[in-house]
């Protein structure tokens, strides 16, 4: 009868055991997950930040032609500004880098 309760002894021991490597397993896994997570919501903040500033600025220059625009649609170029011109974005680039996000979604 010492051999059948040792035997249940190990295999409680045993299932315990897994428990616990099956729980720290799930919980690094769900920290590896959030920090993901964390980090991609950072990079979408960032990018969100880009296109906000891309956006303000396209609505200035296009305040700025339809107020400098006489009646007869003559064309007004647009303002470069410093910062376009020192990332070398062109108005095509802030939609690349959109879609390349959505991408790797």
Not at 50 to 57: A, G, N, R
Not at 75 to 98: A, F, G, W, Y
């Amino acid at each position: 009868m010492d051999k059948n309760i040792g035997e249940q002894l190990n295999k409680a021991y045993e299932a315990f055991r897994q428990a616990c490597m099956d729980r720290d397993s799930a919980v690094k896994e769900l920290q590896q997950k959030t920090e993901n997570y964390e980090q991609r919501i950072r990079e979408q903040q960032e990018q969100l930040s880009l296109q906000q500033t891309i956006i303000d600025k396209l609505k200035s220059q296009l305040l700025l032609v339809n107020s400098t625009q006489d009646n007869n649609y003559g064309c007004v170029p647009l303002l470069e500004d410093s910062e376009t011109r020192k990332n070398n974005l062109t108005l095509d680039q802030p939609q690349d880098k959109v879609i390349s996000g959505i991408a790797r979604e």
